[in-house]
C-alpha cells in the first residue's frame, strides 16, 4: 500500500497563516476594547470610504497621494502610517527597512481615523503591510457594518454609513525602485548641504535606504516578501485597483484617474459585482505579463524539454527564413503542417517564444479534406482530413524604423 508523503511546504504555509489570523483576532480584540471602552461604542463613527494606498518604495505613494484624494473629492490629509509611529524602537526598524509592530500600528491607526476630519473619507498611505495587519482591516471593516446596522433606524444613523474600501498599490519593479530611491537619497542630501551653508530651511531625513544600493534593494524585497501578498490578498475582499507607476506623473496620474473612473462607472449591486469580479481587469494581466511569460518558458525547458526543443527547432528552421525575407514590411504570414503542432502546449511554446523574441504570433487552425483515392465500386472521392496551422507573425519592419 502506498503512502503519500505529507507536504510539509504547504502543510507549513497553512501553519503560518493560522497564527496569522488568531495573532489578528487577538490585537484587534484588544485594540477595539479599548477604543470602546474609552470612547464608547456609539463614538466609533469610521469615515465612509477608505482608501487602502500601498506601493513598492519608489513607486511614488508620496508624489501621487494629493492627485488620489483630488480624484475621490478628499479635502482632509492623508493619514500617512509611518509618519503616525513616532517611537526610537520604529525609526529604527524604518530605517533598516523593516516594519513596524501590528499592535502599535493599530492603536495609533484607529484611533486617527476617528477624528471628524475624516468622517467622510480618508487614505491610508502604507496601510496595510503585513498579514496580520490585513485581517485586522478586515475584522474592522465587519465591525463598521456591524455598527451600520445597529444604528440603521436610529437617530445616529448617518454617522454610521456603510463603509466603501479600496486597495490602491501603485506598482513599480526593482530596479525603479532603487534608482528612485537613490535619487530621493541625493535631492535630500543636496537640500540638506544647502540648509546647512545658508542656515534657511529644514534639513530632511535622510534614511539609509535612500543612499546605500543594498538597504535600497532589501527594502524592496521586504515589501515583495510581506506587503505584496498582504496587499494581493484584499483583492477578494474589496475593490482592487494595480496601477502601473513606472512612468512619468502624468503618466501614473492617468493609469488612476482610469482605475478610478472604471470602478465609480460601475457601481453594480453587489451580487451583479460578485459574479464578475473574478474576471481580471486588462492592466493586471498586461503589468505582470513579462515576469508570467518567463514563468511559462522556463516551465517549458524544465518540464517538457523535449517538446519544447522541438518547437524551438520548428521556429529556427522553417519559421525564421520566411520571416528574413519579409523584414522590410513586419509581416509574415506561414503555413505549416508539422506534427508537432498538433499538441495545444506545443501552440502555446510557439506563441510564448515568438513573444519573448519581439514578435507577435496569431495562430489559426484549418481543417481541410485532402483527395486521396477513388473507390472503384462506387465512384466516390476518398478524402483524408489534414490540419494546416496558419501562424501571422507581426514584428517591428524595417520600413516602421524609416518611418515609411
Not at 481587469?281 to 517538446?307: K, P, T
Not at 484549418?366 to 494546416?388: A, C, D, M, Y
Request: aromatic residues 6%; glycine residues 6%; contains cysteine.
Amino acid at each position: 500500500m502506498e503512502m503519500n508523503e505529507p507536504d510539509t511546504e504547504t502543510e507549513a504555509t497553512a501553519s503560518l497563516a493560522e497564527v496569522e489570523i488568531k495573532d489578528a483576532q487577538v490585537i484587534f480584540a484588544s485594540v477595539w476594547k479599548n477604543l470602546v471602552d474609552e470612547l464608547g461604542q456609539e463614538n466609533l463613527r469610521f469615515p465612509k470610504e477608505i482608501i487602502l494606498l500601498g506601493g513598492a518604495p519608489g513607486s511614488g505613494k508620496g508624489t501621487n497621494t494629493g492627485f488620489i484624494m483630488k480624484a475621490r473629492g478628499f479635502t482632509c490629509p492623508p493619514i500617512v502610517v509611518s509618519s503616525l509611529l513616532d517611537s526610537p524602537e520604529a525609526k529604527a526598524l524604518k530605517d533598516k527597512g523593516m516594519l513596524v509592530g501590528d499592535r502599535e500600528v493599530m492603536g495609533i491607526l484607529l484611533r486617527k481615523m476617528l477624528e471628524p476630519e475624516f468622517r467622510d473619507g480618508a487614505v491610508l498611505d502604507g496601510f496595510p503591510r503585513t498579514k496580520v495587519q490585513v485581517e485586522c482591516m478586515k475584522r474592522l471593516v465587519k465591525k463598521i457594518g456591524s455598527l451600520h446596522r445597529k444604528y440603521a433606524d436610529t437617530p445616529l444613523a448617518a454617522h454610521f454609513r456603510r463603509p466603501t474600501i479600496h486597495v490602491m498599490v501603485l506598482f513599480v519593479d526593482e530596479k525603479t525602485s532603487v534608482e528612485r530611491q537613490l535619487f530621493r537619497g541625493r535631492q535630500i542630501a543636496r537640500h540638506n548641504e544647502e540648509v546647512l551653508a545658508s542656515g534657511v530651511g529644514e534639513l530632511q531625513e535622510l534614511r539609509p535606504t535612500d543612499v546605500d544600493v543594498e538597504a535600497a534593494k532589501h527594502r524592496y524585497r521586504v515589501f515583495k516578501e510581506s506587503t505584496w501578498d498582504a496587499l494581493q490578498s484584499l483583492r477578494e475582499v474589496f475593490f482592487y485597483h494595480l496601477v502601473n507607476a513606472q512612468g512619468s506623473v502624468a503618466e501614473v496620474e492617468q493609469n488612476i484617474l482610469k482605475e478610478l473612473q472604471y470602478q465609480s462607472s460601475l457601481e453594480l449591486e453587489p451580487a451583479t459585482f460578485e459574479m464578475v469580479r473574478s474576471i481580471p481587469i486588462a492592466h493586471e494581466i498586461v503589468i505582470h505579463a513579462r515576469q508570467e511569460l518567463v514563468r511559462r518558458l522556463d516551465g517549458y525547458a524544465r518540464e517538457h524539454r523535449e517538446l519544447f526543443g522541438r518547437v524551438v527547432d520548428l521556429i529556427q528552421t522553417k519559421f525564421i527564413p520566411i520571416i528574413q525575407r519579409h523584414a522590410i514590411s513586419g509581416r509574415a504570414v506561414i503555413n505549416n503542417e508539422d506534427e508537432t503542432l498538433s499538441d495545444p502546449l506545443a501552440l502555446a511554446m510557439l506563441i510564448d517564444v515568438f513573444s519573448d523574441r519581439g514578435y507577435h504570433a496569431v495562430v489559426d487552425k484549418q481543417l481541410t479534406k485532402i483527395p486521396e483515392r477513388v473507390n472503384v465500386h462506387t465512384g466516390e472521392i476518398e478524402f483524408r482530413p489534414n490540419t494546416t496551422y496558419r501562424i501571422r507573425i507581426y514584428f517591428e519592419g524595417s520600413e516602421i524604423r524609416r518611418g515609411g
